[in-house]
């Protein structure tokens, strides 16, 4: 994956687009694109490019442009089935003068125009110039794997893959949160785009594609998630048995990872957790990955997050070359700025900092892409929170039962401080809104509602800014049309992609804590058609009762060790509030969260910091905080340090370097930006 970046002109009066602007922008997202930077520049727009070379390592340069070097490219990702699109655009009378993907994507989008993402499998940000109609457009992958995000400013339009390449390009671009992402950021767990956390700053929609063109702009869903209508025929999805199901998931599987290994021109690594979907994913890559197959896991220092047993159990059976980086407290503690300059948004959970630390191993032993098991939770059911909704709605029809509430006894068995440990307590929590439990958003309530207890803190300024606002309503308000004749897992799996996968998972977790050391991630699960098969199976295929992921349990049964088959899930975790606590840590930690800094912030009242690190530090021998208090904390430092780097000062990027391709149409004297 690469870096992209632009600025285009809006109205005729707008001066030219600065070239050292451009440079600037492809300075900063040189992390991203480590092997070659690319500059075009006309009187309207120009492009930029930081290159991470994957595919056709020789002739992939960008910008690239059509044969009439009319319309030009900047692109970031892969299109996994570009070799068939290929061969449907020759049989068309299209000429190619290279071999990568790049060049097949703008001949696609010549022939198909916006239908050409419709027929792309892959993981993109794309910014396409038509310089002879004035047309920019820019289009996201289905979930939103790779980022995009655009500004408008004194006439023009900036876009880039970060924000810090935004304003590298013009000191005169406001830096300033907004409110309304804070607010979604601390209910949600994450922004939903457009919306982001820096005010004037938006983020394009995963499965969208947006156009500019005299004067105009438009926008438009190229794709959305889908699922059987509960009174369809057939249910309106897959009308086979499980065994059926099963094969076809297993076939479905092998090809998307096939596909994700032969159309990389460099080695192909793999994440290792020890849970069952990087098992498969790895297993299934090691046998497509010829002799010599890199696997990569996260170890903890804090027994009750550490999965090597199984990490190792799984690398032996494949027979990969194993390698492992092992994490402490203190470790997270010291990379937590680093790891909040990618994120670019405040994270409620430390968990992006050790898969920093992983994408460095991986990158220290010659890998530039990785297959991970992202997604399958989403696809197939793997989450507590999906039982949970399942348990909660059970309940929710006789809510005077004893017995039906027994069952959430059988959730969160992972948890040192699970809220099913106390009968009491359990019924309480659960039980919130028990009578509401037809209602969409049901099975994300308690999360909801846990989250949007830490907005306690906000100053009063920003409670003020935000008092009017209901992150959930806005969400709820949005749900398609069809959303309805969904089954209840079905809504709760919408839910669950449209919010936390696309901008937690695959962003703060994946595509950020990757590209820090440019590394370039692929997820199997992830792929257009096992998408499709998945989202069209019977709900109880997914999750058998309790059974989370039952199909895919089946899958792995005879090629993966059975030992990660039978044992119980245990989703990636690290410690949290405790790392920043302890009589060791980091100076930036106390500054960060100075009476001082809090008021330049201005995001949180100073008085409730204080006395939430107070609870924190008197807690630190007993082990763990409350959840509630670890994702406080972990949210106000992280936002202290987001307004360090991005708000109180300005990011930069270099503006010297040699450039792949120069193309510079503009002759006339530059007005600096």
Request: aromatic share 8%.
């Amino acid at each position: 994956m690469c870096g992209i970046a632009g600025i285009v002109s809006l109205g005729a009066a707008a001066a030219p687009p600065s070239r050292d602007a451009l440079m600037r922008m492809a300075g900063a997202l040189t992390h991203r694109g480590p092997d070659e930077r690319g500059l075009y520049r006309d009187r309207r727009a120009g492009l930029a490019h930081a290159r991470l070379s994957v595919v056709d390592l020789s002739s992939g340069q960008q910008p690239l442009a059509d044969t009439g070097d009319k319309t030009w490219i900047v692109f970031n990702g892969e299109i996994f089935n570009y070799v068939e699109l290929r061969e449907k655009l020759v049989a068309l009378g299209h000429r190619f003068r290279t071999r990568s993907d790049t060049e097949v994507v703008i001949h696609a989008y010549r022939e198909w125009g916006e239908a050409a993402f419709e027929r792309m499998n892959g993981q993109w940000a794309i910014a396409i110039w038509d310089s002879v109609a004035g047309r920019l457009v820019l289009s996201r992958d289905r979930f939103g794997i790779c980022p995009l995000h655009y500004c408008e400013h004194g006439g023009r339009l900036y876009f880039a893959s970060e924000v810090k390449a935004i304003f590298a390009a013009d000191t005169g671009i406001s830096r300033a949160f907004d409110p309304v992402g804070l607010d979604q950021t601390f209910t949600l767990w994450t922004i939903v785009p457009p919306q982001s956390v820096f005010r004037g700053i938006k983020e394009l929609k995963p499965g969208h594609v947006r156009i500019y063109e005299n004067g105009t702009v438009r926008e438009r869903a190229f794709w959305k998630p889908s699922y059987p209508e509960i009174s369809g025929p057939n249910h309106g999805g897959f009308a086979g048995s499980l065994d059926d199901a099963v094969d076809e998931v297993r076939s479905a599987l092998e090809a998307a990872t096939a596909l994700r290994i032969v159309s990389a021109d460099v080695p192909v690594g793999c994440y290792l957790s020890g849970g069952l979907d990087s098992s498969l994913v790895a297993t299934l890559g090691r046998r497509f990955a010829g002799e010599r197959f890199q696997t990569f896991s996260l170890r903890f220092a804090d027994a009750e997050y550490d999965e090597t047993r199984f990490q190792r159990l799984v690398a032996g059976a494949t027979g990969s070359e194993h390698h492992e980086v092992v994490v402490s407290r203190n470790d997270i503690a010291e990379i937590f700025p680093e790891v909040i300059y990618h994120t670019e948004r405040p994270i409620l959970r430390t968990a992006p900092a050790p898969l920093f630390l992983l994408s460095r191993l991986v990158r220290e032993h010659g890998i530039k892409v990785v297959l991970t098991g992202e997604g399958a939770d989403e696809m197939f059911a793997g989450y507590d929170l999906f039982r949970e909704g399942k348990v909660r709605r059970f309940w929710g029809r006789q809510p005077a039962s004893t017995r039906r509430p027994r069952l959430l006894e059988r959730l969160y068995p992972y948890l040192s401080r699970s809220p099913v440990h106390q009968q009491a307590m359990a019924r309480q929590f659960f039980g919130r809104n028990i009578q509401s439990h037809d209602a969409p958003g049901f099975a994300h309530d308690t999360r909801w509602h846990t989250t949007g207890a830490v907005k306690r803190l906000f100053s009063a300024d920003m409670r003020a800014e935000t008092g009017q606002r209901d992150a959930v309503s806005e969400l709820l308000g949005r749900l398609p049309a069809e959303f309805s004749r969904w089954g209840s897992l079905a809504q709760d799996q919408y839910i669950e992609i449209e919010t936390l996968m696309s901008g937690y998972l695959l962003s703060s977790q994946g595509d950020r804590m990757l590209m820090a050391h440019s590394i370039e991630g692929r997820f199997p699960f992830l792929d257009d058609e096992l998408v499709k098969l998945a989202n069209s199976l019977p709900a109880a295929y997914k999750l058998a009762i309790l059974d989370e992921k039952h199909v895919l349990k089946r899958v792995a049964q005879p090629i993966v060790p059975p030992e990660i088959v039978a044992r119980k899930k245990q989703p990636y975790r690290a410690p949290n509030g405790l790392c920043f606590v302890a009589d060791d840590a980091p100076a930036y930690v106390q500054e960060a969260l100075s009476e001082t800094a809090l008021r330049a912030a201005n995001v949180f009242d100073p008085k409730s910091v204080t006395r939430l690190l107070d609870k924190c530090r008197a807690r630190t021998g007993d082990g763990d905080l409350s959840n509630s208090d670890n994702m406080a904390l972990v949210g106000v430092l992280s936002t202290q340090l987001l307004h360090q780097q991005f708000v109180a000062n300005c990011p930069g990027g270099a503006r010297t370097g040699t450039l792949s391709v120069d193309v510079d149409r503009e002759q006339r004297e530059e007005v600096p930006a």
